[in-house]
């Protein structure tokens, strides 16, 4: 039904344009332009998927965050349905305490990994009890993996745990009904039905993992994830052309796996942190 | 208290109305509305009532060529918020922001009244509704009947020159709607208001309306009484939509129409292939034994104030009849059915093609 | 109530990556207390690593807050109207908007922030400003704020309201201000907190767009983590968690109020 009640409508729309336009599309045109305006012009863009330090970077930070992402999905399926399934004493805190980090900048989730396996922290304690030398992980991939599933575990269980509270129960008797096992109906009927949650928000997941930059940064580690890679190339080596044509690819990248998420599974894709 | 001397009448001129995507939701259309009255736009969903009522609401402006005239004043092209009429929307559209009082008194606090005098014109109004105690509630807190009653106050406190009523019963339950309906009725007719009033429900249509203008996909069926639209349809379009209907069909020869159960007759019969309608209650079930018509009973109905019954065999398709509720009859008896000739209805069939 | 071994491990389980969750929290909370983190709580619990913090930081406190607000105040001017224009509207462009108005935040804030600095970053007075950082707030909080009032918008049927409020006389401006606005109140309310969360909290974006001079929180604290010693990084995160937590409390309760009102 057409409505004619909104004619100053489009005024309404100018602000948000003004600032899209001079402050995003503007900006990313320019980022394409520089991308391409070094002195290897758009061969850029070659040298960065063949080189083997750019790509060993890609690589690394491609495979870091599907394995977040598959990890953290697998943790708040457990943990969200039983939540989500079970009322007792405590639980809105449990949920609270589980979704609390959902702000931590990446930093300070680097800081935490560092309390808990940094040459001080608490698995060292353990490993100087058990065996009397320090556990420490912090500054290897693991410690950026534990980072990067820190902060990654409240958004998606958020989205679990409300997609699970809107699952029609009355889909899962029936299937009990009809003699299905515990395992059955998670099989067929549970994870079917949850699978627009779980593509949307491991997209988002995964979006998220390969733009972290201030988990890496804090850790210090070894890896060169892409975003640290983007970095020290603009910084350190002052190489504009490549750090522009490197985050071009990886912004090209999330938006892309947001994008496939989104058709698959119709749901509201927004990354954080 | 009298809102209106009386309300506007209105004319519709040559009103059509294409949407967007291409689809012609109204063809071209005429129609008068006198001054007071209550005029019902009925018809199955589509059927382009609604769109009618959006165009003289002025939610919706008519394609290039229409006209709308409010007493001669032409406002085809002044949008609702100038058109000074009251609407009372499907689901009320009362602001959830506002408390009762607050939302009657919205058209007045518009027009820059003064807050003293919005205060007393609501407080009457809210006595007039019987919602006097409900002042200062939220909306969410009032029942079905409440809102409706708010929406009305809403509406009509603002002396507009028309009401417009957008099926306005159908978000309630039965029970409420037969009692509100009584109470809108009783009120459009103290107001004097021109009404215009959109509904499916043919029960509430010939219950308030003056006339009933019976849609049937963008174009106008029949416009009459209710007694003319019931007694006496038009076309099939609307002795099918109106009430219970049985259709006798068959080849007709010297007055007598041949039925599977035997043959009815009927002075206004021409001969050829006929056609001929008769109300439920306008059939008497008789002795099978030398009845003109005949036919198996296939089921019976109590439904308190009568007995319906299913007739088999005695016209191509099963027979309604309704019969005194106190008669008896079993599945499978035979019976006879009567029908008194002045109480068959035979369409004439150039006013169909119309 | 019997319950199964089944619901036995998922509760340990759950309560396991609950302790995950939590505990680094709470060492760096203790941390932050404590005269001598080497030595433990024996050493004693001090607010001299606080004090400490303070005087050395308070600059970023300030900078942070008066950020996330201006952020707040962009974001209701400029992003109430547009989740209207975009609820309102069915046409085409309008759905291209909505993409477009998402985009900053598909892509990773390091990208956005160069481009920033590439396109704006010679512009006298900018650069160093903190409008700049201010630029790269609002891209990335604005489409949080618009799909909240967006959503608010979807659930209620703000079109027949403003129809009813036309047919009573309301022009435009004053159906927005008098019905549209009020009964958007839970999505705005929503989208204020989540804008300040992520404004106060936000990394990426700030620490490429920052200077020595225009330093937030979240920057302040990498710079502690890398050259402080341990209790004042502690301390220091201690504050900002506590700057936080009303934030993520209001976040969640307006959560679960939305949830709640649409019955």
Same mark, same amino acid.
């Given at each position: 039904?057409?409505?004619?009640?909104?004619?100053?409508?489009?005024?309404?729309?100018?602000?948000?344009?003004?600032?899209?336009?001079?402050?995003?599309?503007?900006?990313?045109?320019?980022?394409?332009?520089?991308?391409?305006?070094?002195?290897?012009?758009?061969?850029?863009?070659?040298?960065?998927?063949?080189?083997?330090?750019?790509?060993?970077?890609?690589?690394?930070?491609?495979?870091?965050?599907?394995?977040?992402?598959?990890?953290?999905?697998?943790?708040?399926?457990?943990?969200?349905?039983?939540?989500?399934?079970?009322?007792?004493?405590?639980?809105?805190?449990?949920?609270?305490?589980?979704?609390?980090?959902?702000?931590?900048?990446?930093?300070?989730?680097?800081?935490?990994?560092?309390?808990?396996?940094?040459?001080?922290?608490?698995?060292?304690?353990?490993?100087?009890?058990?065996?009397?030398?320090?556990?420490?992980?912090?500054?290897?991939?693991?410690?950026?993996?534990?980072?990067?599933?820190?902060?990654?575990?409240?958004?998606?269980?958020?989205?679990?745990?409300?997609?699970?509270?809107?699952?029609?129960?009355?889909?899962?008797?029936?299937?009990?009904?009809? &003699?299905?096992?515990?395992?059955?109906?998670?099989?067929?009927?549970?994870?079917?039905?949850?699978?627009?949650?779980?593509?949307?928000?491991?997209?988002?997941?995964?979006?998220?993992?390969?733009?972290?930059?201030?988990?890496?940064?804090?850790?210090?580690?070894?890896? #060169?994830?892409?975003?640290?890679?983007?970095?020290?190339?603009?910084?350190?080596?002052?190489?504009?052309?490549?750090?522009?044509?490197?985050?071009?690819?990886? &912004?090209?990248?999330?938006?892309?796996?947001?994008?496939?998420?989104?058709?698959?599974?119709?749901?509201?894709?927004?990354?954080? %942190? | 208290?009298?809102?209106?001397?009386?309300?506007?009448?209105?004319?519709? @001129?040559?009103?059509?109305?294409?949407?967007?995507?291409?689809?012609?939701?109204?063809?071209?259309?005429?129609?008068?509305?006198?001054?007071?009255?209550?005029?019902?736009?009925?018809?199955?969903?589509?059927?382009?009532?609604?769109?009618?009522?959006?165009?003289?609401?002025?939610?919706?402006?008519?394609?290039?060529?229409?006209?709308?005239?409010?007493? #001669?004043?032409?406002?085809?092209?002044?949008?609702?918020?100038?058109?000074?009429?009251?609407?009372?929307?499907?689901?009320?559209?009362?602001?959830?922001?506002?408390?009762?009082?607050?939302?009657?008194?919205?058209?007045?606090?518009?027009?820059?009244?003064?807050?003293?005098?919005?205060?007393?014109?609501?407080?009457?109004?809210?006595?007039?509704?019987?919602?006097?105690? /409900?002042?200062?509630?939220?909306?969410?807190?009032?029942?079905?009947?409440?809102?409706?009653?708010?929406? =009305?106050?809403?509406?009509?406190?603002?002396?507009?020159?028309?009401? /417009?009523?957008?099926?306005? /019963?159908?978000?309630?339950?039965?029970?409420?709607?037969?009692?509100?309906?009584?109470?809108?009725?009783?009120?459009?007719?103290?107001?004097?208001?021109?009404?215009?009033?959109?509904?499916?429900?043919?029960?509430?249509?010939?219950?308030?309306?003056?006339?009933? !203008?019976?849609?049937?996909?963008?174009?106008?069926?029949?416009?009459?009484?209710?007694?003319?639209?019931?007694?006496?349809?038009?076309?099939?379009?609307?002795?099918?939509?109106?009430?219970?209907?049985?259709?006798?069909?068959?080849? +007709?020869? #010297?007055?007598?129409?041949?039925?599977?159960?035997?043959?009815?007759?009927?002075?206004?019969?021409?001969?050829?292939?006929?056609?001929?309608?008769?109300?439920?209650?306008?059939?008497?079930?008789?002795?099978?034994?030398?009845? &003109?018509?005949?036919?198996? !009973?296939?089921?019976?109905?109590?439904?308190?104030?009568?007995?319906?019954?299913?007739?088999?065999? %005695?016209?191509?398709? =099963?027979?309604?009849?309704?019969?005194?509720?106190?008669?008896?009859?079993?599945?499978?008896?035979?019976?006879?059915?009567?029908?008194?000739?002045?109480?068959?209805?035979?369409?004439?069939?150039?006013?169909?093609?119309? | 109530?019997?319950?199964? =071994?089944?619901?036995?491990?998922?509760?340990?389980?759950?309560?396991?990556?609950?302790?995950?969750?939590?505990?680094?929290?709470?060492?760096? +909370?203790?941390?932050?207390?404590?005269?001598?983190?080497?030595?433990?709580?024996?050493?004693?619990?001090?607010?001299?690593?606080?004090?400490?913090?303070?005087?050395?930081?308070?600059?970023?406190?300030?900078?942070?807050?008066?950020?996330?607000?201006?952020? =707040?105040?962009?974001?209701?001017?400029?992003?109430?109207?547009?989740?209207?224009?975009?609820?309102?509207?069915?046409?085409?462009?309008?759905?291209?908007?909505?993409?477009?108005?998402?985009?900053?935040?598909?892509?990773?804030?390091?990208?956005?922030?160069?481009?920033?600095?590439?396109?704006?970053?010679?512009?006298?007075?900018?650069?160093?400003?903190?409008?700049?950082?201010?630029?790269?707030? !609002?891209?990335?909080?604005?489409?949080?704020?618009?799909?909240?009032?967006?959503?608010?918008?979807?659930?209620?049927?703000?079109?027949?309201?403003?129809?009813?409020?036309?047919?009573?006389?309301?022009?435009?401006?004053?159906?927005?201000?008098?019905?549209?606005?009020?009964?958007?109140?839970?999505?705005?309310?929503?989208?204020?907190?989540?804008?300040?969360?992520?404004?106060?909290?936000?990394?990426?974006?700030?620490?490429?767009?920052?200077?020595?001079?225009?330093?937030?929180?979240?920057?302040?604290?990498?710079?502690?983590?890398?050259?402080?010693?341990? @209790?004042?990084?502690?301390?220091?995160?201690?504050?900002?968690?506590?700057?936080?937590?009303?934030?993520?409390?209001?976040?969640?309760?307006?959560?679960?109020?939305?949830?709640?009102?649409?019955?």
């Amino acid at each position: 039904m057409s409505v004619r009640l909104t004619r100053p409508i489009y005024l309404m729309m100018l602000p948000v344009l003004i600032i899209t336009c001079a402050f995003f599309l503007i900006p990313m045109g320019k980022l394409i332009l520089i991308s391409i305006g070094g002195e290897e012009g758009a061969m850029t863009y070659w040298h960065a998927l063949t080189d083997s330090r750019y790509l060993s970077s890609l690589l690394q930070t491609l495979v870091l965050s599907i394995t977040t992402t598959l990890t953290t999905l697998a943790i708040a399926l457990v943990v969200g349905m039983f939540l989500a399934r079970n009322r007792f004493p405590g639980q809105s805190a449990l949920v609270s305490l589980l979704t609390f980090p959902l702000a931590f900048p990446g930093v300070v989730v680097g800081f935490l990994v560092i309390m808990l396996g940094g040459r001080q922290g608490l698995s060292a304690e353990l490993g100087l009890l058990l065996d009397g030398s320090r556990w420490t992980f912090a500054y290897s991939i693991v410690g950026l993996f534990v980072g990067y599933i820190y902060f990654s575990i409240p958004r998606v269980l958020i989205t679990v745990m409300s997609a699970v509270e809107k699952m029609d129960l009355m889909l899962e008797e029936a299937a009990r009904s009809m &003699g299905a096992s515990r395992l059955r109906v998670l099989l067929d009927v549970i994870i079917p039905a949850l699978k627009p949650a779980l593509i949307a928000s491991g997209a988002i997941c995964f979006a998220t993992s390969m733009g972290a930059f201030g988990t890496a940064f804090a850790l210090a580690s070894g890896i #060169n994830v892409m975003p640290m890679t983007i970095y020290t190339e603009f910084t350190l080596g002052a190489n504009v052309a490549m750090a522009a044509a490197l985050s071009i690819l990886l &912004g090209l990248i999330t938006w892309l796996v947001l994008l496939l998420a989104r058709s698959v599974s119709g749901a509201n894709t927004t990354p954080a %942190a | 208290m009298n809102i209106n001397e009386h309300g506007a009448s209105i004319r519709l @001129e040559g009103c059509t109305k294409t949407f967007a995507d291409g689809t012609l939701a109204l063809h071209p259309l005429d129609l008068s509305v006198q001054a007071g009255e209550t005029l019902v736009l009925l018809g199955p969903s589509g059927c382009g009532k609604t769109t009618t009522l959006r165009l003289i609401a002025g939610l919706e402006f008519p394609d290039e060529g229409g006209r709308i005239l409010f007493d #001669n004043e032409d406002v085809t092209h002044t949008p609702i918020e100038k058109r000074n009429v009251g609407m009372v929307f499907q689901s009320y559209a009362l602001f959830p922001n506002m408390t009762v009082a607050e939302n009657v008194g919205y058209g007045l606090k518009v027009q820059k009244l003064k807050a003293a005098e919005i205060k007393s014109r609501v407080g009457e109004m809210l006595e007039m509704m019987e919602l006097g105690a /409900l002042a200062h509630r939220r909306i969410d807190q009032l029942s079905g009947g409440q809102r409706q009653r708010v929406a =009305l106050a809403r509406a009509i406190i603002t002396s507009p020159r028309v009401l /417009l009523l957008d099926e306005p /019963l159908t978000a309630l339950d039965a029970i409420l709607r037969d009692r509100l309906r009584a109470d809108i009725n009783s009120l459009l007719r103290r107001l004097g208001i021109t009404a215009i009033y959109v509904t499916h429900d043919q029960d509430e249509a010939m219950a308030l309306g003056d006339r009933i !203008v019976v849609m049937d996909h963008g174009r106008v069926s029949q416009i009459g009484t209710p007694k003319e639209i019931y007694f006496a349809p038009q076309n099939d379009f609307v002795a099918d939509f109106i009430g219970q209907i049985n259709t006798f069909a068959g080849p +007709v020869c #010297n007055r007598q129409m041949q039925l599977p159960g035997g043959v009815l007759s009927d002075t206004a019969l021409a001969d050829g292939e006929g056609k001929v309608y008769c109300r439920p209650e306008d059939i008497e079930i008789t002795d099978s034994a030398g009845a &003109g018509l005949r036919g198996l !009973v296939y089921q019976t109905q109590f439904i308190g104030d009568r007995n319906r019954v299913w007739v088999k065999g %005695a016209s191509h398709e =099963l027979v309604i009849v309704d019969s005194d509720g106190r008669s008896d009859f079993r599945i499978g008896q035979e019976v006879g059915l009567q029908i008194r000739p002045e109480q068959m209805i035979v369409l004439d069939r150039r006013a169909e093609s119309a | 109530m019997k319950r199964s =071994l089944s619901y036995y491990l998922q509760l340990g389980f759950t309560l396991l990556i609950c302790a995950f969750m939590v505990v680094p929290v709470l060492m760096s +909370v203790a941390a932050g207390l404590t005269n001598n983190y080497f030595q433990g709580l024996s050493s004693g619990l001090t607010l001299r690593w606080i004090e400490e913090v303070l005087a050395l930081y308070s600059d970023t406190l300030w900078l942070t807050l008066q950020l996330a607000l201006a952020t =707040l105040v962009v974001n209701l001017i400029v992003g109430v109207p547009a989740a209207y224009y975009l609820a309102s509207s069915s046409s085409r462009w309008a759905r291209i908007f909505e993409e477009l108005i998402v985009l900053p935040v598909a892509i990773p804030g390091l990208a956005i922030a160069l481009a920033l600095i590439i396109a704006y970053g010679g512009v006298h007075g900018l650069r160093t400003s903190w409008l700049f950082i201010l630029i790269g707030h !609002v891209l990335y909080t604005l489409p949080f704020m618009v799909r909240a009032v967006l959503a608010v918008l979807h659930s209620i049927n703000f079109r027949t309201l403003e129809e009813g409020a036309a047919s009573l006389g309301a022009g435009f401006f004053r159906r927005f201000i008098d019905v549209v606005v009020p009964n958007c109140k839970g999505g705005i309310i929503s989208g204020a907190l989540m804008t300040l969360t992520l404004s106060v909290g936000e990394f990426n974006l700030t620490w490429m767009l920052h200077t020595p001079l225009t330093k937030t929180l979240p920057v302040g604290l990498a710079d502690a983590y890398a050259s402080m010693r341990l @209790e004042i990084s502690s301390a220091y995160t201690l504050i900002f968690l506590v700057m936080l937590l009303p934030l993520m409390i209001g976040v969640q309760w307006s959560g679960s109020r939305l949830r709640i009102s649409r019955v």
